[in-house]
């Protein structure tokens, strides 16, 4: 049981270059998040994604895209890389939530750093 | 407009002593408060919650507190340990829009 993992780990591009990132997870979650971590920001979201086939904006979604074609992938595209999105990307997944009394507690990858230059 | 705030970026404790993480928050319709703990290198983890209509969690070396009228809740390890030397995010959930919103962290460092 690997959990989330995310792929790569440290990528950098150069501006208006374009990459994907991918997010797996095994453990069956309906919800599945990405993430920006940037120093003095707390982690913000992007897009997360409510099940297979959808996707939803977040906190910070331009210039992003995602998809959910798998229950058990989501992937975070980047199609012209601008300096500002120099992060780190965390990756997510959690059940649905369970009823009013339960906790949605995420379930975190161990992040993929990007700088562009 | 950061609705959950840690104000205190970095806080150092002696080791075998209470270490006391504080977070504020805005937003009166927040349903549940999370703290994780991020280890370098590493994503967070999911270490305690609590619901808002609680005012106390309490999880071996952890207990969470909530006071809902100051919009306060904190984190208290003890005794703390070196291994407890990590970066911690307060965290609020909304069951309305499923959105858990993080504050910005606060490192905390175990000295032996």
């Known amino acids: 049981n690997a959990g989330v993992t995310q792929t790569p780990k440290f990528r950098v591009l150069k501006t208006g270059q374009s990459m994907t990132l991918l997010c797996a997870q095994d453990?069956?979650?309906?919800?599945m998040y990405w993430y920006r971590q940037d120093p003095g920001m707390g982690l913000r979201l992007i897009h997360y994604s409510v099940g297979e086939g959808t996707t939803a904006k977040g906190e910070v979604p331009d210039g992003y895209n995602v998809s959910r074609l798998k229950k058990q992938n989501f992937l975070l595209g980047l199609e012209s890389a601008a300096p500002s999105q120099t992060s780190v990307y965390f990756c997510a997944s959690s059940n649905t939530r369970a009823g009013a009394g339960a906790v949605n507690e995420q379930f975190f990858g161990p992040g993929t750093r990007l700088t562009v230059l | 407009d950061q609705q959950v705030k840690q104000n205190s970026p970095s806080l150092s404790v002696q080791e075998g002593r209470i270490s006391i993480l504080n977070c504020d928050y805005t937003n009166s319709m927040f349903d549940y408060f999370l703290w994780y703990k991020k280890y370098p290198a590493e994503g967070p983890t999911f270490l305690i919650s609590i619901s808002s209509i609680k005012d106390k969690n309490e999880d071996g070396r952890f207990t969470v507190f909530l006071n809902k009228s100051a919009k306060h809740l904190s984190l208290h390890i003890v005794p703390s340990q070196p291994g407890d030397s990590a970066v911690y995010f307060c965290a609020a959930y909304n069951f309305g829009n499923e959105k858990l919103t993080f504050g910005t962290g606060t490192r905390l460092t175990i000295i032996p």
């Open positions: 453990m069956n979650h309906e919800y």
